[in-house]
């Protein structure tokens, strides 16, 4: 074995000012923790400018591993993400950039597998934070295997992650037609407009028919009210679970930030908390776990099975013939969001969404049932996807797990990982 400082460089990052718009909204990437939420970089926010590059940051090259070595983050987890192409990186950040003997694909996913004793040996700040020293880092082991045999094992290791990704982002894409077209029906009553406009239809005649002609004197489309999320979804449905009674459980930690799917729920007694099945949308109603966005559409239970979690979820089950995915639409609309945020009451440590506040939010709906099956139509199918989607993820990132340990230690040899790899992937 040789050592990880002797198979990389370790570079330094920086931030450019944040007050100088000239550093800024230019063509590069820059990444700190708030954004290194994927395994593989490529194109994300924000970015710096070459007067932002040169007055402040560093330019770590395609290929280069980026590690997290100092804030409170890691002690919830440790970000490990592979650049696809160069990108800017804040003092917080180590990039580690194979030598010349070393395949840098090979090389992240070797400090990938060292996660055990990355969480084992997380140092502290003054002020509290989590730290990784340089000289321990350097020191980590590194194994003596030829570049071929590197490039091979890379290769067959970012498999499983490139389809991960991929399948991230594509449920991004799902996600966002679904907020579009809500937006487009709901918010800015693009069908009418068009009518009005006498611009061609966009939709399929059946559903095109099913939309005012015109805007009434309150510009909301003719025949259209004025009414409030309570008309169409029910907040804090009541459930039946018997204490002491298995069922499936979500904490907070469970919800995701961004994305509609939480992680597969843990079975326990129910003892107290909110209750919910398939098809409702779990609100975080606590500071700051709804500034964080924490919010998910439940897909994940059986038939028929009620689940259960945090007192500090807010339920939300749209009413029939509304589709069920709207309420998760809703909830994580801006506008709404703002809307709960600054409705919440209590102490400034510890401030809660009302129930009430959240029934009460405005919006302008049609009265006629056919547009709410229309609306189905068009994003049930959207979120059907999205739910294969995060399963396939789940299998993915269940048997990378278990392989990638034993394909880096060489317990599993390349052919048998290329098998496995292919029944998968």
Same mark, same amino acid.
């Given at each position: 074995?040789?050592?990880?400082?002797?198979?990389?460089?370790?570079?330094?990052?920086?931030?450019?000012?944040?007050?100088?718009?000239?550093?800024?909204?230019?063509?590069?990437?820059?990444?700190?923790?708030?954004?290194?939420?994927?395994?593989?970089?490529?194109?994300?926010?924000?970015?710096?400018?070459?007067?932002? @590059?040169?007055?402040?940051?560093?330019?770590?090259?395609?290929?280069?591993?980026?590690?997290?070595?100092?804030?409170?983050?890691?002690?919830?987890?440790? /970000?490990?993400?592979?650049?696809?192409? /160069?990108?800017?990186?804040?003092?917080?950040?180590?990039?580690?950039?194979?030598?010349?003997?070393?395949?840098?694909?090979?090389?992240?996913?070797?400090?990938?597998?060292? %996660?055990?004793?990355? !969480?084992?040996?997380?140092?502290?700040?003054?002020?509290?934070?989590?730290?990784?020293?340089?000289?321990?880092?350097?020191? *980590?082991?590194?194994?003596?295997?030829? =570049?071929?045999?590197?490039?091979?094992?890379? %290769?067959?290791?970012?498999?499983?992650?490139?389809?991960?990704?991929? !399948?991230?982002?594509?449920?991004?894409?799902?996600? &966002?037609?679904?907020?579009?077209?809500?937006?487009?029906?709901?918010?800015?009553?693009?069908?009418? #407009?068009?009518?009005?406009?006498? #611009?061609? /239809?966009? @939709?399929?005649?059946?559903?095109?028919?099913?939309?005012?002609? %015109?805007?009434?004197?309150?510009?909301?489309?003719?025949?259209?009210?004025?009414?409030?999320?309570?008309?169409?979804?029910?907040?804090?449905?009541?459930? &039946?679970? =018997?204490?002491?009674?298995?069922?499936?459980?979500?904490?907070?930690?469970? *919800?995701?930030?961004?994305? &509609?799917?939480?992680?597969? /729920?843990?079975?326990?007694?129910?003892?107290?908390?909110?209750?919910?099945?398939?098809?409702?949308?779990?609100?975080?109603?606590?500071?700051?776990?709804?500034?964080?966005?924490?919010?998910?559409?439940?897909?994940?239970?059986?038939?028929?099975?009620?689940?259960?979690?945090?007192?500090?979820?807010?339920?939300?089950?749209?009413?029939?013939?509304?589709?069920?995915?709207?309420?998760?639409?809703?909830? #994580?609309?801006?506008?709404?969001?703002?809307?709960?945020?600054?409705?919440?009451?209590?102490?400034?440590? %510890?401030?809660?969404? #009302?129930?009430? &506040?959240?029934?009460?939010?405005?919006?302008?709906?049609?009265?006629?049932?056919?547009?709410?099956?229309?609306?189905?139509?068009?994003?049930?199918?959207?979120?059907?996807?999205?739910?294969?989607?995060?399963?396939?993820?789940?299998?993915?990132?269940?048997?990378?797990?278990?392989? *990638?340990?034993?394909?880096?230690?060489?317990?599993?040899?390349?052919?048998?990982?290329?098998?496995?790899?292919?029944?998968?992937?």
């Amino acid at each position: 074995m040789s050592t990880l400082g002797q198979a990389a460089e370790f570079l330094s990052g920086g931030t450019p000012k944040k007050g100088i718009p000239e550093f800024w909204g230019g063509s590069i990437s820059w990444y700190s923790a708030s954004n290194m939420t994927r395994r593989f970089l490529k194109g994300d926010e924000p970015k710096i400018t070459e007067a932002g @590059l040169a007055a402040g940051s560093r330019l770590a090259p395609a290929g280069s591993t980026l590690l997290l070595v100092r804030g409170s983050g890691l002690f919830n987890s440790i /970000p490990i993400c592979f650049a696809d192409e /160069p990108v800017a990186f804040n003092q917080d950040v180590k990039a580690i950039c194979a030598r010349s003997h070393v395949d840098p694909l090979f090389l992240h996913f070797w400090i990938e597998s060292l %996660r055990r004793k990355l !969480n084992e040996n997380i140092g502290v700040t003054g002020i509290g934070a989590g730290k990784f020293d340089l000289g321990f880092l350097q020191a *980590l082991p590194f194994p003596d295997i030829s =570049k071929g045999e590197q490039e091979r094992i890379g %290769r067959l290791a970012s498999l499983f992650d490139r389809k991960i990704d991929l !399948n991230h982002r594509l449920n991004e894409t799902l996600e &966002a037609m679904a907020r579009a077209i809500f937006k487009d029906w709901f918010v800015d009553f693009g069908p009418t #407009r068009a009518k009005i406009e006498g #611009r061609a /239809p966009y @939709l399929v005649p059946d559903i095109w028919a099913l939309f005012p002609e %015109r805007l009434d004197d309150e510009r909301k489309p003719e025949g259209w009210k004025t009414g409030c999320i309570a008309d169409i979804i029910e907040i804090n449905p009541t459930e &039946a679970l =018997k204490r002491g009674e298995r069922a499936p459980y979500l904490d907070m930690a469970a *919800l995701p930030t961004d994305g &509609a799917t939480p992680n597969l /729920p843990l079975e326990r007694e129910f003892t107290s908390g909110m209750k919910f099945r398939n098809g409702d949308t779990l609100l975080a109603r606590i500071t700051p776990c709804l500034e964080n966005g924490k919010t998910a559409f439940v897909q994940c239970l059986k038939d028929n099975t009620r689940g259960w979690g945090s007192t500090e979820f807010i339920v939300m089950r749209a009413r029939s013939p509304v589709p069920s995915p709207i309420s998760y639409i809703l909830a #994580r609309d801006p506008s709404f969001r703002r809307h709960a945020i600054q409705s919440m009451t209590g102490t400034s440590g %510890r401030q809660r969404v #009302r129930a009430e &506040a959240v029934e009460q939010y405005p919006l302008i709906l049609p009265t006629s049932n056919a547009i709410w099956q229309a609306f189905g139509w068009m994003i049930d199918p959207i979120f059907e996807k999205i739910t294969v989607n995060a399963g396939e993820t789940r299998a993915l990132a269940a048997t990378r797990d278990l392989l *990638l340990p034993k394909l880096m230690s060489g317990e599993i040899r390349i052919k048998d990982a290329e098998k496995i790899i292919g029944e998968v992937v």
